[in-house]
């Protein structure tokens, strides 16, 4: 069974820039989550798709981070205009259902200088 | 913000020996899970347990779940120092939103 697919694994950007990340769930997946690790701590969620509907954002900032994910099967996750403190590893999930167990992508590391 | 507190921080422990980890929380849940990260890679689920169960096991690892004092722990018998890495408690709340913790570094020397 192919696991989660995320890309690109490492990106450096100057701040400003504007930065996308690529995720495929595991096929039949529907629910797909973006978590946010910042280097020592737990993963922080973004934002949580059910098939192409949002179930919760409420810790994404909107003003610069947006996220789609069409026909229920991929997702892309963008920030424009990076800042500093964005600097992190950015992890795709996805999960049979909701309050099932998560499988993770290998992650996105970007660096924002 | 992050519902579940592991604890310890950090452990260290020598291979053979027993490694236990807590986890507590806040609010009502409806499932917790446990997970590990080696450096620079994505998580690995370990086990889940559901706010019905009071314990589970797989394979090496034994998870007890307290919903009165909420609280959880994973033990890990017989460790090998490939079970070094940073281990995670994530709950679920009503919301179905699967919250981490800081999580522990376990680091077992051979």
């Known amino acids: 069974e192919a696991g989660v697919a995320q890309s690109p694994r490492y990106k450096i950007i100057e701040k400003r820039q504007s930065v996308a990340f690529w995720c495929n769930p595991i096929?039949?997946?529907?629910?797909l989550y973006w978590y946010q690790q910042i280097l020592g701590q737990g993963p922080k969620l973004l934002i949580q798709f059910q098939n192409n509907g949002v179930v919760d954002d409420s810790q994404l900032p909107k003003d610069r981070f947006s996220a789609e994910r069409l026909k229920g099967v991929d997702s892309t996750l963008k920030i424009q205009p990076a800042k500093l403190e964005d600097s992190a590893v950015y992890l795709c999930?996805?999960?049979?259902?909701?309050?099932?167990?998560?499988?993770f992508g290998s992650g996105t590391q970007l660096s924002v200088l | 913000s992050q519902q579940g507190e592991e604890d310890p921080q950090a452990l260290s422990i020598q291979e053979g020996e027993n490694a236990t980890m807590n986890c507590s929380y806040k609010t009502s849940i409806n499932n917790l899970q446990w997970y590990r990260q080696n450096s620079g890679r994505g998580l690995v689920h370990l086990i889940l347990?559901?706010?019905?169960?009071r314990e589970k096991h797989s394979g090496r690892l034994r998870v007890t779940l307290d919903t009165s004092k909420k609280s959880s722990s994973l033990l890990i018998t017989a460790s090998r120092a490939a079970d070094t890495a940073s281990y995670f408690c994530a709950t679920t709340g009503a919301n179905s939103k699967l919250t981490f913790g800081k999580g522990i570094t376990l680091s077992v020397r051979p």
């Open positions: 347990i559901r706010s019905n169960e």
């Open positions: 999930a996805s999960s049979l259902d909701e309050d099932e167990k998560l499988f």
């Open positions: 096929s039949g997946h529907a629910t």
